[in-house]
């Protein structure tokens, strides 16, 4: 029978509705005396969850715009987003509702704000002047479908192409339609019978803001008169046109076409090309025609004071050119350079001095926006190098297969790890400074560093600065480079148990004090680094082989049929179940021809040079077995203090001592629980169930994203328990014979029940549920510790719980977390006298609770899949219990510390998050945030301490998200702002000759052609204003400016400022007339002085 508790149930009405139960009278009693001894600080009040920052590359990239004036780039993506970037260190994620794809952006230049154009055929002006931009005004176009924008440099009016080739103008202040439109047939020739294709290109000529040249899909250009609304020139090509360009001068454009070729236009001479130019095209002779080559996707033209233009253009390769990578080509007078880029090119732009374009453009670098990648070019050196890309651009590198967060990191790290990772620095960038630069920086609020770890595909890992919401690379270790590469495909060996990636990272184990780094891969591979700053030539790499693999003679099988006797291995006494080696093993098979003894991976066998920084100690593989491929690992744990490192898989668990290279226990799952095995089970030959592909039969399973390319690595235990948590049976034989290691937790603490004092153990938590503990005892320090063996042995202590184990911690009496006993880094390859002086004063260190009476006890906090408990010890009583979910399953769940308490945070897989006190598990935050729609979320999603969290929110980028009210109130501050008064640079001179003759810039009365007044209104049906959120931010942010509001204040200050004219002229009426009616005054006194009073 249930017992509610309703103090606790009244604590979580604000979260989930759980009900904490306890067994019998007694603990709930035993209960109610902890409640009062250990005073619980975390409230509801206290949580708050919400997004901070986004970062990483935008994943699909399609559209991008730069403001000249206030330096700052943005980029649209094919799923709505929108990245806006400034300085290094000023960045910002917007996304549109409706999740179409950004097709064109275009900057109200330093105005603040932007123009969107979507694939749903909807506009929007999004107000930057706020550090969250919102959307102030929306325009969705419902007959048309909208194909290119143009926003003339200081006006108010867009011009919107579409695909029926009709141009429509929006008015940006109001976001209305004006009723002037341009209609495709009064553009293009009476005479022409076929429709000219979509509008391709739409721009005003630099020197007559009057004449708006229309480029036209099937190769029609029109210079179009606003004022007489008809055409003055059509030019025709036979190639379909991709995009146009101007000189500056307003006398010439370029086309670029599908054929490769490039028209140069003479403005009043629209029968034939000026010139034309094929610069990738083989120049055959006998004056033939160049041969055709891939289409120009856009060409711009950039002119210099100095010297020749510029035209740069992407595409346009020859088609022989088989796979050679994409190209930006710039041409500068006679002089070509193609430059290749790694990815396919989506857009690029050339930055130019000036914002006007009737002046000299003066290029000065060129942004390449790429499919994976983002390239500023330096226009202004020799061989135009990149600049050095100081964003967080490179997480997908290659893909990522595993993440940790740590917070809270001692202050020496990152200072280490960046020391070691400038080394790695590639050389030959520009010499400039990073040219987009807008925006200021927030204010730092947080004083504690922050560490991100990803682990990829290719076998890397880094080490990213996460530190006040920025994010920045410290250092890259390559775990591949201690293995043999195969050079091709036929070379691999056949041992390998995935078909690509085998050096993938799938678990990560770092212990920040010591600096000692342990991973998993997904070849069955465990690697041990140490971390030191002198470089080593390591002659001969440690290695260790461990036969991981439990069968039992003559078991008979479920169908009855009989399986041959196979030699069963030991428990870590029989020496051939361990085979240590420092070179890779030779023996390939068994008698009877199948695979045996041999790892996934071959280890190198010449000397290695291993920079500063992580350090190879020890390289540990699971080897086949009689045919049998090593299963995945599942969990791994280090603790630097006992000098251990213990992982495990679906068959067993491993144990070594890294500092004496020695297997210390070698068993499998079932072996675990001695003659204490709940379900009686009778370990089966795993031969019968084998999976076909190693272990890798359910990787795919749930993954909905085809972008993944890595699917190796995704085989972690939160993997495993989706197949197994959705069946409502977890009692199958097949199952319960491929229990798992899901959970390894190293810790000081009481093993069993009849203990008085803790001593050093390991907790193991498996996939069914079960908790079983492990006693260490540990050699002393100092020389005994690399001579006298550790000895381990199973406690006898189980506990239970609902659904695969997750994680462990301890809390002491106060409910304080004890952290696992951890040795402070020193260098490894000191001199002789330091390491002797060292040893000396370096005792273990071990967690507060050795030092604890006798009296004092502990509280192990167990979280599963299904629920959490919190177990006094040693008793092994169970004081406090919560159901987390009953229907969903947690797929990673954290004990962590904030606000100078502790709490549990859980994420389940029907996208909740949820926070619970410790110990008594109260609800304290229940929040429905994401869906899980992929294994990718699942498998990089974590909590870290001070109420951080994150995951990977695409292949490309990171999502961090914070659940601390405090850090939500602070956020404001701490977000960088885009927007910053710059002043508009001045117009170019036109010139005394050019103002005299007319040659300069002519100017156009837009409002007089487009207003309401003029062009009258546009048809209802066309278009639909949709007024957009903003905010209550967006709504002062609209208030202090953005276009309209600013041309209104404009207006305003010109109204005020005549009205202040007028009105000191009616003041200095009114003194003139006070000074002339006291003269008058003064006169009528002295005129009267004397007379009485009856002389009047």
């Known amino acids: ?154 006006s108010k009016w867009l011009y919107v192409g579409t695909e029926r080739g009709n141009i429509h103008i929006v008015n940006v202040e109001s976001f209305t339609l004006s009723g002037y439109v341009i209609m495709w047939n009064k553009a293009i020739e009476l005479s022409s019978k076929s429709h000219p294709g979509p509008v391709v290109h739409i721009s005003d000529n630099p ?66 090309p000026f010139q034309t130019i094929t610069p990738h095209g083989k120049q055959l002779k006998d004056g033939k025609k160049p041969e055709p080559c891939k289409p120009i996707l856009k060409v711009e033209y950039k002119t210099t004071r100095a010297g020749e233009p510029f035209i740069i253009l992407s595409g346009g390769l020859s088609y022989d050119t088989v796979g050679r990578r994409p190209c930006l080509t710039v041409m500068h007078g006679k002089s070509t350079a193609v430059l290749e880029m790694d990815y396919s090119i989506v857009d690029f732009l050339t930055l130019c001095e000036t914002p006007y374009p009737n002046d000299f453009q003066e290029p000065y670098a060129v942004v390449v926006l790429l499919e994976k990648d983002l390239v500023l070019i330096d226009l202004a050196q020799n061989g135009y190098p990149i600049f050095e890309n100081p964003y967080p651009l490179t997480i997908h590198e290659s893909p990522v297969t595993c993440c940790e967060y740590f917070a809270d990191c001692p202050v020496d790290l990152i200072p280490a790890l960046y020391s070691v990772g400038a080394r790695q620095k590639r050389q030959g960038y520009s010499k400039k400074e990073w040219p987009i630069s807008g925006g200021n920086w927030g204010v730092i609020t947080q004083s504690y560093s922050e560490i991100i770890i990803t682990g990829h595909a290719d076998g890397s890992i880094k080490f990213w600065d996460a530190s006040a919401i920025t994010l920045q690379v410290l250092y890259k270790l390559k775990t591949a480079k201690v293995f043999e590469k195969s050079r091709n495909k036929d070379d691999r060996p056949n041992t390998d148990i995935v078909d690509e990636d085998p050096y993938a990272i799938q678990i990560i184990s770092w212990c920040p004090e010591s600096r000692m780094l342990c991973i998993a891969g997904v070849s069955a591979h465990v690697i041990i680094y140490r971390f030191s700053k002198q470089e080593v030539t390591t002659e001969v790499i440690p290695m260790l082989e461990i036969r991981l693999l ?128 709940p379900y009686r089970r009778e370990p089966r030959s795993p031969r019968k169930a084998r999976q076909p592909s190693g272990g890798l039969c359910d990787i795919n399973e749930g993954t909905v994203v085809p972008e993944d390319r890595c699917k190796s690595p995704t085989s972690d235990v939160k993997d495993n328990s989706f197949s197994r948590s959705r069946s409502s049976s977890v009692t199958s034989i097949d199952k319960e014979s491929r229990e798992a290691i ?61 659904g695969a184990i997750l994680r462990m911690a301890f809390l002491d009496t106060t409910g304080s977390l004890v952290p696992p006993a951890h040795e402070t880094w020193r260098e490894h390859y000191e001199d002789k006298d330091e390491k002797e002086k060292t040893k000396k004063r370096r005792p273990v260190s071990v967690s507060p609770s050795s030092s604890q009476e006798i009296s004092e006890n502990q509280y192990a906090v167990i979280c599963s899949e299904k629920q959490a408990k919190v177990i006094s010890l040693p008793s092994q009583n169970c004081i406090y219990k919560q159901n987390i979910t009953e229907t969903s399953f947690v797929l990673r769940g954290d004990i962590v510390s904030l606000s100078n308490s502790i709490c549990l945070a859980c994420f389940c897989a029907n996208g909740h998050i949820m926070t619970f006190s410790l110990p008594s598990l109260r609800p304290l935050l229940d929040v429905y945030y994401l869906p899980l729609t992929n294994m990718r979320i699942a498998r990089t999603f974590c909590f870290t301490d001070n109420g951080q969290a994150l995951y990977l929110v695409s292949p490309t980028e990171i999502q961090r998200l914070t659940y601390s009210q405090e850090t939500c109130e602070n956020l404001q501050e701490m977000l960088g702002e885009l927007f910053t008064l710059v002043e508009t640079p001045e117009a170019p001179n036109r010139g005394f000759f050019k103002g005299l003759f007319g040659g300069g810039a002519q100017s156009l009365d837009r409002e007089e052609l487009f207003g309401e007044s003029a062009s009258g209104k546009a048809s209802r049906s066309l278009a639909q204003h949709i007024p957009g959120p903003g905010g209550i931010e967006g709504v002062k942010g609209a ?33 003139y007339s006070a000074d002339s009616f006291s003269k008058h005054a003064h006169e009528m006194m002295l005129k009267y002085k004397d007379k009485k009073w009856y002389q009047f």
């Open 550 to 677: 439990y069968e039992i003679n003559d078991i008979e099988t479920p169908d009855g049929e009989q399986v041959p006797p196979v030699p069963t291995p030991g428990t870590g006494s029989n020496p051939q179940s361990i085979v240590p080696q420092s070179h890779p093993s030779t023996s390939s098979s068994s008698s009877d021809g199948l695979r045996d003894n041999v790892p996934c991976l071959k280890v190198k066998n010449s000397p290695l040079k291993q920079s500063p920084g992580y350090q190879i100690e020890l390289v540990i593989q699971l080897v086949w077995v009689s045919g049998e491929p090593p299963q995945q690992i599942t969990s791994l744990a280090i603790n630097s203090a006992y000098g251990l490192v213990v992982f495990g898989n679906c068959n067993g668990i491993a144990m070594v001592d890294y500092l004496q290279k020695t297997v210390l226990l070698n068993l499998g799952t079932i072996e675990l629980y001695g003659s204490n095995d």
């Open 207 to 272: 020197m007559d803001e009057g004449k708006l040249l229309i480029g036209f899909e099937s190769g029609t250009v029109v210079l179009w008169d606003l004022k007489s609304k008809k055409a003055d020139y059509r030019y025709t090509h036979d190639e379909a046109i991709h995009s146009v360009a101007w000189h500056h001068e307003g006398k010439q454009f370029i086309c670029s076409h599908s054929d490769g070729t490039l028209t140069i236009w003479n403005v009043k001479s629209p029968t034939k």
């Open 1039 to 1071: 208030a202090s400016g953005v276009v309209g509001e600013l041309a209104r204040a404009r207006l305003a200050l010109d109204e005020r400022g005549q009205k202040l004219g007028e009105l000191e002229e009616k003041t200095a009426a009114m003194l």
């Open 742 to 802: 899901s959970a390894l937790h190293f810790c000081e603490t009481f093993t069993r029940k009849a203990d008085t004092s803790p001593s050093p153990c390991l907790w193991v938590g498996t996939t069914l549920g079960t908790v079983l503990v492990i006693v260490l005892n540990l050699p002393p320090g100092g020389e005994q510790r690399l001579l006298q063996p550790v000895i381990v042995s199973p406690s006898g202590t189980i506990l239970r719980l609902k």
């Open 1 to 154: 029978m249930r017992k509610f508790n309703i103090r606790k149930v009244l604590d979580g009405l604000t979260a989930v509705s759980a009900v904490a139960s306890a067994s019998s009278a007694a603990q709930q009693q035993q209960a109610g005396n902890r409640e009062t001894e250990i005073q619980e600080t975390l409230q509801s009040e206290h949580f708050q969850l919400c997004k901070t920052v986004r970062h990483g590359f935008p994943y699909q990239p399609s559209a991008l715009a730069f403001d000249p004036v206030q330096k700052i780039l943005a980029i649209g993506t094919q799923t709505g987003a929108l990245r806006l970037f400034g300085r290094p260190g000023v960045e910002c994620y917007c996304q549109h509702d409706s999740g179409a794809a950004v097709i064109q952006l275009q900057f109200l230049i330093n105005e603040g704000a932007l123009v969107s154009a979507l694939a749903d055929d909807t506009l929007h002006l999004w107000n930057l002047r706020q550090k969250r931009p919102a959307i102030l005004h929306s325009l969705k176009f419902n007959r048309e479908r909208i194909t290119f924008c143009h926003l003339p440099f200081q």
